[in-house]
């Protein structure tokens, strides 16, 4: 058997890897347009930081598992094809801002058609909206010239958190595979299911019909989001009353009907996802005619929003309601920590939201280069989520620093903001910094991580997310 993956990104990437891994007698080749990275994927330097990731490379690199440029050959000669390409929110036309682009998926099903000389299983493995399987089915019969070709189409979204990518993909929770109800439908859900028995117990393999997989991940992505959101708004009554997040988040978390995951309260979530998932489930839900259900869902994304506005007005107002010309150091920048992926990471409004008014950005993130940093402060809303999106200059880049060490983006630093969650900041010598920071000194802790009580000692104003309010805080200066 031949496995092809359209798609050599975090998801098809990593997903690819570990299938080689467990199936040493398939032969799995990731194809790409991008050329840079796929020699990235064929060097010492993956594209990607995942812990664990180069590992199981390097040891199936060579040997079932190949990274290449040259899509229709392996795409030709696939048994499957997996789908990871791009779909990104639509920027302009109709459903603009909520709709998703399926440019990228439509060209994948169109080469697919074009190259195929015999039957395959096509699988979405990208997050597409509802009825896609029914849109790509047709591209891909109505494309091919060989009438004895047959396509199988299959949903199977990845529910993969980055940063535990590996793990998640060793010991899944569970595999959803959507497939039609016909006989060729089910022996098609059959042969992937075969693929992932390979290492997946039976059990854990859920089988749908294709519309029920597809709606599931959108639903999963909701449901994880709408939870952040709720214990952030908690968060903001939490402040206003003297209460304390952590302790409501504990105290609802035993609750065995609510579970203690996923209920941190932070600057906002990002991620190449959860937006974009919910804004996605929003437009079918408008398209259909649902209205209300649309406007329920857009709220977690709103709210979102207003974490990440509230959190820099709280720096503003604490220091005076003025940013104008301080340096406020930055601590980390990617979305969540043990990653450098900065796709819709909070850390992108919260700089601009800051420069806006005036401060200087020193930006500390121990994986996100400096490139990426510049690139994501100069991109436009949503047009990040694109293979070649062109990069626009803007006076943002004028207020931004980014430097290798936190000590040197806290020299002389007004405040320091910690809006990744990233270990090693627990461990920063805060004292020897405060000494160099300009006075008063103040920390906003937006991930909640730090020990607060130590560094009130040490001298700094702290402001903790959902926490009661420091005494400078809340009587201002
Ligand atoms: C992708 C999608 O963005 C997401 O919607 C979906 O849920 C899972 O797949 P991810 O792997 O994180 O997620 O994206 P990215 O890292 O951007 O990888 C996509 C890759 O597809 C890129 O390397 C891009 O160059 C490639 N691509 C895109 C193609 O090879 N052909 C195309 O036509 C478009
Ligand atoms: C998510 C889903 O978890 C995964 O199943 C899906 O396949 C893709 O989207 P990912 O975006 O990689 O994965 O990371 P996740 O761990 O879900 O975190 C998303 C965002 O939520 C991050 O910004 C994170 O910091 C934030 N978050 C998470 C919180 O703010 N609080 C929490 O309690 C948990």
Redesign the pocket.
């Known amino acids: 058997m031949k496995i092809a993956c359209i798609g050599a990104g975090?998801?098809g990437g990593p997903t690819m890897a570990m299938m080689a891994l467990k199936c040493p007698e398939i032969e799995v080749v990731v194809v790409d347009i991008n050329e840079e990275r796929i020699k990235a994927w064929n060097s010492d330097k993956l594209p990607i930081y995942e812990p664990g990731l180069f590992e199981v490379v390097k040891e199936c690199r060579g040997r079932n598992l190949f990274f290449s440029t040259d899509t229709k050959k392996h795409v030709g000669e696939a048994d499957i094809v997996f789908v990871s390409v791009n779909t990104p929110t639509k920027t302009h036309g109709i459903g603009a801002g909520r709709a998703a682009d399926l440019t990228y998926w439509e060209g994948a099903a169109r080469m697919i058609a074009s190259v195929s000389t015999s039957s395959k299983i096509v699988v979405e493995k990208s997050?597409v909206p509802v009825k896609t399987a029914e849109a790509i089915g047709k591209v891909l019969k109505r494309n091919c010239s060989d009438p004895n070709v047959n396509f199988e189409i299959l949903s199977n979204?990845?529910?993969?958190?980055?940063?535990?990518?590996m793990e998640?993909l060793r010991h899944p929770d569970r595999v959803l595979i959507g497939g039609s109800e016909t006989e060729s439908g089910r022996k098609a859900v059959e042969t992937l299911a075969s693929v992932y028995a390979h290492w997946i117990p039976k059990e854990r393999i859920l089988t749908a019909n294709l519309w029920s997989a597809e709606l599931a991940?959108l639903t999963?992505?909701a449901f994880?989001?709408q939870?952040?959101s709720s214990?952030?708004a908690i968060s903001a009554l939490c402040e206003a009353t003297g209460a304390d997040v952590q302790q409501v988040a504990h105290a609802i978390g035993t609750d065995t009907r609510i579970g203690n995951?996923?209920?941190?309260?932070?600057?906002?979530?990002?991620?190449?996802?959860?937006q974009k998932?919910i804004l996605n489930l929003c437009y079918v839900c408008e398209s259909v005619g649902l209205k209300e259900v649309a406007e329920y869902w857009f709220q977690v994304v709103s709210m979102n929003d207003y974490q990440k506005q509230r959190f820099v007005e709280r720096v503003i107002s604490a220091m005076f309601n003025t940013v104008s010309q301080k340096k406020i150091a930055i601590y980390g920048f990617a979305?969540?920590?043990d990653?450098g992926?900065t796709r819709?990471?909070?850390a992108i409004d919260v700089c601009k939201g800051l420069i806006r008014d005036g401060a200087r950005c020193c930006i500390f993130d121990p994986e996100v280069t400096p490139e990426q940093i510049f690139r994501d402060l100069s991109a436009p809303k949503f047009e990040w989520d694109r293979p070649n999106y062109s990069r626009s200059q803007s006076h943002m880049l004028e207020n931004v620093q980014v430097v290798s060490d936190a000590a040197q983006a806290a020299d002389g630093a007004h405040a320091i903001c910690v809006l990744?969650?990233w270990d090693q900041f627990k461990t920063l010598d805060f004292k020897t910094m405060y000494e160099k920071m300009t006075k008063p000194a103040f920390i906003f802790d937006g991930?909640n991580i730090l020990d607060h009580a130590k560094l009130r000692e040490i001298g700094f104003i702290v402001y903790a997310l959902g926490k009661p309010l420091d005494p400078f805080l809340v009587k201002g200066y």
């Open positions: 975090y998801v997050t979204p990845e529910f993969l958190a980055e940063g535990t990518a998640d991940k999963a992505n994880l989001a939870r952040i214990i952030n995951k996923f209920l941190n309260a932070s600057v906002g979530f990002g991620g190449s996802c959860f998932d979305f969540k920590k990653t992926d819709e990471t909070p990744t969650e991930r």
